[in-house]
């Protein structure tokens, strides 16, 4: 049976501290910086091999906290994604001030700080934007347009809340990657594809209103000014060298987000009901797994099914799935990012799992080429 977790358990610090690890990350990004050598493969051991070593000693996370509770109830987890916001603007910047200069570091040495900064942006800024885009407060979207701008991705907000939770598992979605296809095919088509089919959403939302693609509420306008404001910052701190850093850790945060994506809903497809419509989203059109030191790392993003139900769902509420419910990853996202980089590896841990997907959930489907070819019809 499934563990209860009330509301007045939610509003302890102590249940919300695990969460908290995260800031963890960035005074190691800065032991690197100061002492380079290998220093500062610190980050990146931390994120992916820590806390994969951690869901291994820790196991499952199973419990579900009582889905009514209230804001107040969860103040520290809202505390945690809102002033991450700040800390990362002066981890970055700072870094860079410092970096730029740094006679200490070889060329090698900064770009290896700026790796690790990077997938602390993208394991955990891009991820903290997720959750406070998702909010109907306009201060916490406004966080996350800054922590997106800081890594030079902010179409995926459009993308995300228009494209993505409508359109996941059918063709029309580029982020749900193919069976069968390897990330480092799917990393290119979907850099561009995101990027296409977001700035479409948001012309095709203006144009139902009869204005035009540069009308000033196209947030397309704010995002580029935003983009635009830090690359400056980086000029006027580091000069070209700043600039260079920071293109550095912008580009390893998008290859973080875009390994988390692919991962999420590979081979999982909605049922084509015919002339263009398909099946409504459930819970079994994500993968989801239960690991719970990754799930502190990541605000339970990978309790993935509970978020397309709920979208606005806060993390610290939302509901695990059984393995009868919805399909489960082996192993939790650190493992999971890892194994996608290697595709022959990736193909045995999860084609298997596809395939016995497939048969579990629509056996009456007997020719799947259209699906892993992506030629059944758009949706309407």
Known sequence: MTQFIPAAQLRDWRRALPFWLSLALLPMVWIGAVYGSWWVLIPPLATWYLFA?????????????DPQSSEADLKWYIRLTTAWVPLQVLCLFGLIAYVSDADHLRSIEKVGVFFGMGVVSGTIGINYSHELMHQTNRFERWMADILLAMVLYSHFRSEHLLVHHRYVATPRDPVTARYN???????????????HSAF?????????????????????LRYWALQAVMLLLAFLIGGVSGVLLFLVQAGVAIWQLELVNYIEHYGLTRKHLGDGKYEHVKPHHSWNA??????????????H????????????????YSETDAPQLPYGYPVMSIAAMIPPLWRRMMNPKVRRWRKQ??????????????????PR
């Open 200 to 220: 479409r959403a948001e012309a095709d939302r203006l144009m139902r209103k009869g204005l035009p693609w540069y009308h000033r509420s196209n947030p397309f």
């Open 361 to 378: 959930y629509y056996p009456e489907i007997t020719d799947w080429k259209p699906y892993n070819r992506h030629q059944n019809p758009m």
């Open 53 to 65: 070593a951690l869901d291994g000693v820790l196991g499952l996370e199973l419990a579900n906290a």
């Open 290 to 303: 239960a690991h719970k030191a990754s799930n502190w790392l990541l605000i339970n993003l990978q309790r």
């Open 305 to 320: 099914s509970d978020h397309h139900y709920k979208p606005d769902r806060r993390f610290p509420l939302l509901q695990n």
């Open 181 to 195: 296809e390897g990330f480092h095919r799917f990393y290119p088509r979907v850099l561009w594809q995101c990027w």
